[in-house]
């Protein structure tokens, strides 16, 4: 019986200082990019949600206003099918990536914008001009791939990951 405990002891020992090792933290992400980019839902990729940014702080965060807005909806979107229906559910995250927002809109279509401006760059189309492909289901946010020169942004339909050029 006491050889079982010590082993079961040690066992669990071990994997708590494996995990402990090996779990990304905030030392990972205490090093914001110098250009404060978000390149990962959630801030990083061990979701901590935290930017080690300084220029909001807790004295002047009561001084925040908004400088723009934009609709759940992409207008030329909605002129195309005037009856969707944007989801009730609208928890879309942007990432942010040199100076561009990459984010998805209240049907789950990905949209590129300006982050200083919030002027449109570009709205992903439907791939088949349908009310019921333009029909999706609002997401919580994109991924961001970069290698050598080709960049995609993505995101899911489905369960199936569709890659978008981030240039167009």
Same mark, same amino acid.
């Given at each position: 019986? *006491?050889?079982?405990?010590?082993?079961?002891?040690?066992?669990?020992?071990?994997?708590?200082?494996?995990?402990?090792?090996?779990?990304?933290?905030? #030392? /990972?992400?205490?090093?914001?990019?110098?250009? /404060?980019?978000?390149?990962?839902?959630?801030?990083? *990729? /061990?979701?901590?949600?935290?930017?080690?940014?300084?220029?909001?702080?807790?004295?002047?965060?009561?001084? $925040? #206003?908004?400088?723009?807005?934009?609709?759940?909806?992409?207008?030329?979107?909605?002129?195309?099918?005037?009856?969707?229906?944007?989801?009730?559910?609208?928890?879309?995250?942007?990432?942010?990536?040199?100076?561009? $927002?990459? +984010?998805?809109?209240?049907?789950? $279509?990905?949209? +590129?914008?300006?982050?200083?401006?919030? #002027?449109?760059?570009?709205?992903?189309?439907?791939? #088949?001009?349908?009310?019921?492909?333009?029909?999706?289901?609002?997401?919580?946010?994109?991924?961001?791939?970069?290698?050598?020169?080709?960049?995609?942004?993505?995101? +899911?339909?489905? /369960?199936?990951?569709?890659? $978008?050029?981030?240039?167009?």
């Amino acid at each position: 019986m *006491k050889n079982s405990r010590r082993f079961t002891t040690a066992t669990v020992l071990t994997a708590t200082v494996i995990m402990t090792v090996a779990m990304p933290g905030r #030392r /990972g992400s205490a090093q914001p990019s110098a250009s /404060g980019e978000w390149r990962t839902y959630g801030g990083d *990729k /061990g979701f901590t949600r935290y930017s080690g940014l300084d220029q909001i702080n807790r004295e002047n965060v009561k001084n $925040l #206003r908004p400088v723009w807005r934009r609709p759940a909806i992409d207008p030329q979107v909605l002129e195309k099918f005037p009856d969707l229906v944007p989801s009730n559910y609208f928890r879309g995250t942007p990432i942010m990536i040199d100076g561009v $927002l990459y +984010a998805p809109d209240g049907v789950g $279509l990905i949209e +590129a914008f300006d982050a200083a401006t919030s #002027r449109t760059i570009w709205v992903q189309q439907p791939t #088949r001009p349908t009310l019921k492909e333009a029909t999706g289901q609002s997401t919580r946010g994109v991924t961001y791939w970069r290698r050598i020169a080709i960049r995609r942004t993505m995101r +899911a339909i489905s /369960g199936s990951p569709v890659p $978008l050029s981030s240039a167009t």
